[in-house]
């Protein structure tokens, strides 16, 4: 059975920064891609930011280039969100996923198969 289990989330003033984790039990990070995801109150969830098995593969939504980060620890199947300068429209609950998405899914929901239940990031003064 898979698990995924997101931590580091929390309330940071805007131009702040956060690093979240995703830690994949049951699953082979080197076999596949995983993904976070967000979603805000009213809104439809999205793309972020993936990582596939190579770890040198990493693919981001326009809004997060330059200010965010995702990288991969093969032997601990967990990845990271390092999310820099930090706006209010950051401000969503933060999904990790994961699974084994082609090159046309990886920025689509569909693409994955297992999720995290979230962690609320809040950018706010």
């Known amino acids: 059975q898979v698990q995924l289990v997101e931590s580091g989330g929390g309330l940071v003033q805007p131009g702040g920064s956060l690093r979240l984790s995703c830690a994949a039990s049951?699953?082979?990070?080197?076999?596949?891609?995983m993904a976070w995801f967000r979603q805000a109150p009213g809104k439809e969830r999205e793309f972020v930011a993936a990582i596939r098995r190579s770890r040198t593969n990493t693919y981001y939504e326009d809004s997060v280039k330059g200010r965010f980060a995702i990288s991969g620890d093969n032997g601990k199947s967990t990845i990271y969100l390092q999310m820099n300068s930090l706006k209010s429209e950051d401000t969503a609950v933060y999904f990790c996923a994961a699974g084994y998405p082609i090159l046309s899914s990886l920025r689509s929901r569909t693409g994955y198969r297992y999720w995290g239940q979230g962690t609320q990031v809040t950018v706010s003064s």
């Open positions: 049951g699953f082979t990070f080197a076999e596949g891609g």
